[in-house]
């Protein structure tokens, strides 16, 4: 069972930059796959980046790439979304997920434990 709680949402300016960071529970943080998902208003949740076990290999979505970088600490169970250069239709709640697996995902229901999330506004 693994637990996550996201924090450091905000108001943030076009052009800007925050760092999201996801706190997880239990001793078998290392043995799961990261993701980062995001739910605009009115809209499906969707994916933003994955990274995998090790912290060693990363995907990204097109709309985030070379803006956003995920990243992890197995030692200190988190793992963290920079975000540089935030557009305001990155506007969204930001949720952090766990899953126990070798590949990366990228896809939300092939996730098992998921944080509350946080708000995340970017103001143009």
């Known amino acids: 069972q693994v637990q996550l709680v996201e924090s450091g949402g905000g108001l943030v300016q076009a052009g800007g930059s925050l760092m999201l960071s996801c706190a997880a529970s239990?001793?078998?943080?290392?043995?799961?796959?990261m993701g980062w998902f995001r739910q605009p208003p009115g809209k499906e949740r969707e994916f933003v980046a994955t990274?995998?076990?090790?912290?060693?290999?990363?995907v990204y979505a097109n709309s985030v790439k070379g803006r956003f970088t995920i990243s992890r600490d197995n030692a200190k169970n988190m793992a963290y979304l920079q975000m540089n250069n935030p557009k305001p239709e990155d506007t969204a709640v930001y949720y952090c997920a766990a899953a126990r697996v070798e590949l990366l995902l990228t896809h939300p229901n092939e996730y098992n434990y998921w944080g509350q999330g946080t708000q995340v506004t970017v103001s143009s």
């Open positions: 239990g001793r078998t943080f290392s043995t799961h796959v």
């Open positions: 990274i995998s076990r090790s912290g060693l290999t990363t």
